[in-house]
T-cell receptor, first 114, second 116 residues
Framework: AQSVTQLDSHVSVSEGTPVLLRCNYSSSYSPSLFWYVQHPNKGLQLLLKYTSAATLVKGINGFEAEFKKSETSFHLTKPSAHMSDAAEYFC????????????FGTGTKLQVIP | DTGVSQNPRHKITKRGQNVTFRCDPISEHNRLYWYRQTLGQGPEFLTYFQNEAQLEKSRLLSDRFSAERPKGSFSTLEIQRTEQGDSAMYLC??????????????FGPGTRLTVL
C-alpha cells in the first residue's frame, strides 16, 4: 500500500523568496518519488524524480527535493520564486521497479505575488 | 510534436450518451495509463496497458467504462450511459518499460468531459 500527503493545499510566496512545498509519503516498500507540475490548460510535466540514487535531487527550473527516509518526506524547494512558477504541484509515489502504479497527492497550488 | 496526444480536448455530452476518447502515446512507449482528475484533486489511476494487454483496472472503473489498446499503439476509453459524476479531466500517460527503476510517465493534455 502507498499514499501521499501534501500538507498544504495553497502556498503563497512573493517573487524572489524561497518556495517550500511539503510532501509526506507512506509506502510498504522502497518507493520512487516524483514531483509533477501542472500549469493551467497544460499537461503534467515532470519536475524531478527520486529512484534510489542521491537523496538530494535536482530538477528543472531550479527546483530540488530531498528524500528523507527517517521523516518519510520529499519536500520540494526553490531558492527564489519566479512568476512563471505559479501552478499546481503534485507529489507522486510509486513502487520502485516493475510496473508503476502511481499514487498522486491532492496537489498544492502555488501563488507567486509580484 | 512527438508527445502524448489526446482527442478530443473537450467533450460536452448529455447524461445517458456514450463518449469515446482517444490517446496516442509516444511511439516507442509500450506502457499506457489512463487517469481521471476531478476539480481540486490529483489524478486517480484508472487502468494500465502493457502493449495491447490491459494488466490492471481500478475499482473506479465501473462496468460503464471500457478501455482498449488493440494494436499496442493508440488507446480508446469509452464511457457508456454517462452520468454527471463522470464529469472530469481524463488523462493519458505513457512510459517505457523498466526493471529496477521507475521510469517517468509522460502525460497528454487531457480530455475534459462535461456531462449535462
Amino acid at each position: 500500500a502507498q499514499s501521499v500527503t501534501q500538507l498544504d493545499s495553497h502556498v503563497s510566496v512573493s517573487e524572489g523568496t524561497p518556495v517550500l512545498l511539503r510532501c509526506n509519503y507512506s509506502s510498504s516498500y522502497s518507493p520512487s518519488l516524483f514531483w509533477y507540475v501542472q500549469h493551467p490548460n497544460k499537461g503534467l510535466q515532470l519536475l524531478l524524480k527520486y529512484t534510489s540514487a542521491a537523496t538530494l535531487v535536482k530538477g528543472i527550473n531550479g527546483f530540488e527535493a530531498e528524500f528523507k527516509k527517517s521523516e518519510t518526506s520529499f519536500h520540494l524547494t526553490k531558492p527564489s520564486a519566479h512568476m512563471s512558477d505559479a501552478a499546481e504541484y503534485f507529489c507522486v509515489v510509486s513502487p520502485r521497479g516493475g510496473y508503476q502504479k502511481v499514487t498522486f497527492g491532492t496537489g498544492t497550488k502555488l501563488q507567486v505575488i509580484p | 510534436d512527438t508527445g502524448v496526444s489526446q482527442n478530443p480536448r473537450h467533450k460536452i455530452t448529455k447524461r445517458g450518451q456514450n463518449v469515446t476518447f482517444r490517446c496516442d502515446p509516444i511511439s516507442e512507449h509500450n506502457r499506457l495509463y489512463w487517469y481521471r482528475q476531478t476539480l481540486g484533486q490529483g489524478p486517480e489511476f484508472l487502468t494500465y496497458f502493457q502493449n495491447e494487454a490491459q494488466l490492471e483496472k481500478s475499482r473506479l472503473l465501473s462496468d460503464r467504462f471500457s478501455a482498449e489498446r488493440p494494436k499496442g499503439s493508440f488507446s480508446t476509453l469509452e464511457i457508456q450511459r454517462t452520468e454527471q459524476g463522470d464529469s472530469a479531466m481524463y488523462l493519458c500517460a505513457s512510459s517505457t518499460p523498466g526493471q529496477g527503476i521507475s521510469y517517468e510517465q509522460f502525460f497528454g493534455p487531457g480530455t475534459r468531459l462535461t456531462v449535462l
